[in-house]
Every structure is written in structure tokens, then in C-alpha cells.
């Protein structure tokens, strides 16, 4: 089945200590997106591609990085989380250029800040 | 500008009993509309969407929502809930964003619970 996977599925880091999410699909979409998400809250949108094309959300944090090496990949790189940044992140993709635009989202990747 | 009210942050019902979770929605075109379903520590997943085409959508695990433009209402119903429904429900409203690219807005999302 066509689908989105992220890996890990938990990820226990240090704080200040540099760690990568990884993201990889199935469905051959253009586009990729990156949300995090806190407990009890709606996903926020950090930023996504469109192809190569990188679009970040205004308030996103620099501290939040993204890669795109192929359509199939995409990571999103925390550079030195805090304690703050302990949420669920969640990556998605859809299908560019077509309605209704509906989004299909991976499992997650649930990051502890230790 | 768009925006989604999900009108009642946590439904309770007991299981065989019709499920009702509401949604309201604001947006300057003509909107398409979704609801996603999330259980614990899980991904969202698609339950149903609204396009422009039928009124009544039905989706998966026998949900179904009704698109009202003079109400501009999308709720979400099932005549009768399973424990396997339990998980937090999210109204969903979209426009193209960059080229080709979609934005979610995201209503704060419903928890239902369902009891014996």
C-alpha cells in the first residue's frame, strides 16, 4: 500500500543536542510538509517543499531545519532542541496542483527532551 | 482569511448510540472541508472530505458529514458509535496555498469518548 513513513517512531534526545527526523512516501507527491504538534493541540506547519522548493512558515524557528534529498525523502533537522520542543511531529504529503489538496499524514515521530 | 470552529472540545456517548461532533467554518472562497481522526499517538488520518460535489459526504467506519453553505456547517455524524471510535477528531478547511501547495486550517479539535 502507497503510504507515509516516518522513523523513528520515538526519539529520545538531550538538550542542545543535534538530532534528525526522517520522513520517506510512497504516494510520488510533490509536496511535503513538516508539523509539529503539542499535547492537546492542533498540528502547527513548520514549512514544506514543492519539489525542491523550500517554504517556511514565518514563525518557525531557525532552529528548525529541513532536507529534501529526492521526491521519496525529506528530514527535518533540530539543531539544539530545548525542553520546548518536546511535541510529535508529524510529516505529510499531497499531491501538488490538484483539489481538493487533502493532505495524508505519516505516524509521527514522538521527540522527548531529556 | 479562513477559520474553523470545532464547537464542542469533548463529546461523550455510549457505544450504539448516534455520534454528533460539530464544525463551522469561515473562509472567503469555496472551501473544501475535512475531517481527520487521530488516535493516541498516532498519525491523522483521512475520514472524509467535501469538494464542491454532493452535500452529504460519506467516509470511512461509517461516518458521514453534511456540507450546509447557508449554515457554513460540516458536522460529523454516525448513527452508531463503537469503542473503536474513541480519538480526537479534527475539522480540517483548506485553500491552494503556494502554487501548488495546500494550507490546513485546523479546527482545535473534538475528544470523543465513547463509554459502555
Known amino acids: 500500500d502507497a503510504m507515509v513513513i516516518q522513523n523513528p517512531r520515538y526519539q529520545v534526545t538531550q538538550f542542545g543536542k543535534p538530532v534528525t527526523l526522517s520522513c520517506s512516501q510512497t504516494?510520488?507527491?510533490?509536496?511535503m510538509y513538516w508539523y509539529q504538534q503539542k499535547s492537546s493541540q492542533a498540528p502547527k506547519l513548520l514549512f514544506h517543499?514543492?519539489?525542491?522548493?523550500?517554504?517556511n512558515e514565518a514563525d518557525t524557528p531557525d532552529n528548525f531545519q529541513s532536507r529534501r534529498p529526492n521526491t521519496s525523502f525529506c528530514f527535518l533537522d533540530i539543531r539544539s532542541p530545548g525542553l520546548g520542543d518536546a511535541a510529535m511531529y508529524l510529516c505529510?504529503?499531497?499531491?501538488?496542483?490538484?483539489?481538493?489538496?487533502?493532505?495524508?499524514f505519516g505516524p509521527g515521530t514522538r521527540l522527548t527532551v531529556t | 482569511a479562513q477559520s474553523v470552529t470545532q464547537l464542542d472540545s469533548h463529546v461523550s456517548v455510549s457505544e450504539g448510540t448516534p455520534v454528533l461532533l460539530r464544525c463551522n467554518y469561515s473562509?472567503?472562497?469555496?472551501?473544501?472541508l475535512f475531517w481527520y481522526v487521530q488516535h493516541p499517538n498516532k498519525g491523522l488520518q483521512l475520514l472524509l472530505k467535501?469538494?464542491?460535489?454532493?452535500?452529504l459526504v460519506k467516509g470511512i467506519n461509517g461516518f458521514e458529514a453534511e456540507f450546509k453553505k447557508s449554515e457554513t456547517s460540516f458536522h460529523l455524524t454516525k448513527p452508531s458509535a463503537h469503542m473503536s471510535d474513541a480519538a480526537e477528531y479534527f475539522c480540517?478547511?483548506?485553500?491552494?496555498?503556494?502554487?501548488?501547495?495546500?494550507?490546513?486550517?485546523f479546527g482545535t479539535g473534538t475528544r470523543l469518548q465513547v463509554t459502555l
Open positions: 505529510a504529503t499531497s499531491s501538488g496542483g490538484r483539489v481538493p489538496y487533502e493532505q495524508y
Open positions: 504516494l510520488n507527491h510533490n509536496v
Open positions: 517543499y514543492y519539489d525542491k522548493d523550500f517554504n
Open positions: 473562509s472567503s472562497y469555496s472551501p473544501s
Open positions: 467535501y469538494t464542491s460535489a454532493a452535500t
Open positions: 480540517v478547511v483548506t485553500f491552494k496555498y503556494t502554487g501548488t501547495a495546500s494550507k490546513l486550517t
